[in-house]
């Protein structure tokens, strides 16, 4: 049964890190497009970093620089490194994968076919 569970949010203060992690089971981490995306309250759901099954990554223009995603394939985990935290991080942030067949455009998974439950990242000024 392919599950994708999110970890490490958390409360820091402006400036600082976090490093969120997203186990993958049922599902390899580098046999699809995969990646984080965040909804703030009474916002939509945007995308924020995406890696495809070659290793190409792209970010959102807000976390360009200050965001890296990468894989480890011997864990199957995603992990998404913040840094330099702004208060306008402040989300709930999901990890998801595409199909087998689905691919990376822009910062998103097209299509999206599995999602974690989220974690909360708040960041105070």
């Known amino acids: 049964q392919l599950q994708l569970v999110d970890s490490g949010g958390g409360s820091v203060q402006a400036g600082g890190s976090l490093i969120l992690s997203c186990a993958a089971s049922g599902v390899t981490v580098s046999s699809t497009c995969m990646g984080w995306f965040r909804q703030a309250p009474g916002k939509e759901r945007e995308g924020v970093a995406v890696?495809?099954?070659?290793?190409?990554?792209n970010y959102a223009d807000s976390v360009k620089g200050r965001f890296t995603i990468s894989r480890d394939n011997a864990k199957n985990t995603l992990y998404l490194q913040m840094g330099s935290l702004k208060p306008e991080d402040t989300a709930m942030y999901y990890c998801?994968?595409?199909?087998?067949?689905?691919?990376?455009?822009?910062?998103?998974?097209?299509?999206?076919?599995?999602w974690g439950q989220g974690t909360q990242v708040t960041v105070s000024s």
């Open positions: 998801a994968a595409g199909a087998k067949s689905s691919y990376c455009r822009g910062v998103s998974i097209l299509p999206a076919r599995y």
């Open positions: 890696i495809s099954s070659g290793g190409i990554t």
